[in-house]
């Protein structure tokens, strides 16, 4: 059942013993909010902490100081970020079918937990966290600050991205005001990259391809190019962005190969065609009409590509007619 | 004489036949504060309208469509986003020492016109014009938004820079609440880049090579990529910058060829150690700390980027002793 964010407040005023679970292929925003929260639960005197897919990757270890690790048996599971229980990291495979609540943003969420938060105009789940916070009236210092503006910078692109609201700014204000470290960060998440990032990035670059002069730009990261670079996981977000970035490219599609025969595509689309979400559905996976994603499993590259393009081609046509 | 907020629009009340200067090589803030204002003060009935240096870049033309061209005898004299009488393009040079009124938010503001509205807080003169048209009680369409938000968030670096407050992501919140389309002024000003673009710069990338631990980082341009990715030369500029991204890189160095044998070398250094210009200058080019940049004639490019790595050790050791 869906709940306001006054209620949502309560529930967590209510319980204690707090399990906070994040997406697989941990994100900014998932990271964030979650750091975020849980440190305003154990500020506010209750068990709390962060269930992530493995290490947090480099780039966001500095979210990982905000909270104070405890060991706890978890009563109450609040799923942060999480579209659907197929994002459940493997790590949080037993919660399937036992979340209390869900506080996220994704148009696509399932509503697969008990009660759920969603707010599909929040630019960022951290957005929305914020003001779960201010309803709490909990005090938010610059650690929480930083955690939450992690989350706003990162799912708008440093606030370029067309999800950006009245409000996703107006947060970023009053971050910014608390003394959040907003240059840092945004320096950290988006200007730096490793020696390695920057060869896989190379690699994927060389393998771009276009199709329907130049609508549809196709691009890999394969495990030989992870192997070869050098790469952590971790390193790999952003990667997925570039193909819409080129002019003209309606449909930008990166596919990541996660093991032998097993892609994960990120799809992402010009205001212009809004279809990522319907071209992802087709695949099985979901997402918003800027941002979607979907899993091919024993398939080859080569087929898999062939498919959505395929498929690009059928959602680009109708709209041209 | 310093003004405030209120005492500007009063002057904009008071007066007629305003003539808004922006400054040399034009950028989104002196343009985009310039416009907005221009728009204003027509649609309260005034003539106004903006001198630029030559034709408005291909980037900003769309803030021309927010004035109408208007021809009179210009009687009230301001400057916009201007420091100092010497950032005057050559069109402007006779209205030294005779600006009215200048609004600005440059520390080095040498306040050389006979009253000033200076903010050296504002990251953006666009955020200093907004708070005059709100002054002013006029209203603020869509089209007046869309300049200042290109003010804004051009001279942030898209909301990037250190310069970045709560008053910059409050304006920019109200400015999306009118409805500038911040998606498409951020897409325009920093996100499209051409097929042609991003593969030169895959072929930039694949040429990396380190150095010094990796404390050095040299990429190279070559007339033959330039050739096999079509790129516009004009597009080149940005690449320069990418070696010293590279996380642990202190000194970054890009080698483009303009002919053969002939070699524009650009040297980016990071804060902790602050050499570009004095690596350049070793090759009688200058620059300062942190860019600089000098020219090879007559040498071969490995033994171009011998000499530089060698220069740049040389310049890095005595740091560590």
């Given at each position: ?26 994100d900014g925003d998932t990271?964030g909010s ?47 970020d ?23 943003h994704h ?13 599909n105009d929040a630019a960022a789940c951290a957005e929305i966290?914020f ?17 939450l503006f992690t989350g706003l910078t990162t799912d708008t692109g440093c606030f370029r991205y067309s999800n950006v609201t009245k409000q996703t700014m107006n947060t970023a204000a009053?971050l910014i ?5 907003s240059?840092?960060i945004n320096?950290?998440m988006f ?46 977000e952003g990667?997925?962005a570039?193909?819409r970035t ?22 992402r689309?010009?205001e ?16 918003h009409a800027a941002a ?30």
């Amino acid at each position: 059942m869906q709940i306001t964010i006054e209620q949502t407040a309560e529930r967590l005023k209510e319980n204690n013993d707090f399990l906070l679970l994040t997406h697989m292929s941990p994100d900014g925003d998932t990271l964030g909010s979650a750091h975020a929260l849980c440190r305003i639960l154990q500020a506010l005197g209750k068990n709390a902490r962060v269930l992530t897919e493995g290490k947090i990757p480099k780039k966001f270890e500095y979210l990982s100081c905000a909270v104070t690790e405890q060991s706890f048996d978890e009563k109450y599971i609040v799923a942060i970020d999480i579209a659907d229980e197929g994002l459940f990291p493997a790590s949080a495979a037993q919660y399937k079918g036992r979340v209390d609540l869900c506080i996220d943003h994704h148009i696509s969420n399932t509503h697969y937990s008990s009660e759920y938060c969603v707010e599909n105009d929040a630019a960022a789940c951290a957005e929305i966290v914020f003001k779960v916070i201010k309803a709490l009236k909990a005090d938010i210092d610059r650690t929480v600050a930083n955690c939450l503006f992690t989350g706003l910078t990162t799912d708008t692109g440093c606030f370029r991205y067309s999800n950006v609201t009245k409000q996703t700014m107006n947060t970023a204000a009053q971050l910014i005001e608390i003394g959040c470290d907003s240059y840092m960060i945004n320096k950290r998440m988006f200007e730096m990259n490793s020696k390695q990032r920057v060869a896989v990035e190379q690699m994927a670059l060389e393998s771009l391809r276009y199709y329907d002069g130049d609508k549809i730009a196709v691009m890999c990261v394969t495990l030989d190019m992870i192997k070869k670079s050098g790469v952590d996981e971790g390193e790999l977000e952003g990667l997925a962005a570039i193909p819409r970035t080129i002019e003209g490219v309606a449909v930008g599609i990166t596919v990541r190969q996660k093991k032998e025969n097993v892609y994960k595509v990120s799809v992402r689309s010009d205001e212009s065609v809004c279809c990522a979400n319907k071209l992802c559905a087709i695949f099985g996976g979901g997402g918003h009409a800027a941002a979607g994603g979907c899993i091919f499993k024993d398939e080859p590259l080569e087929l898999v590509i062939e498919r959505l393009v395929k498929a690009a081609q059928d959602v680009l046509e109708p709209q041209e007619r």
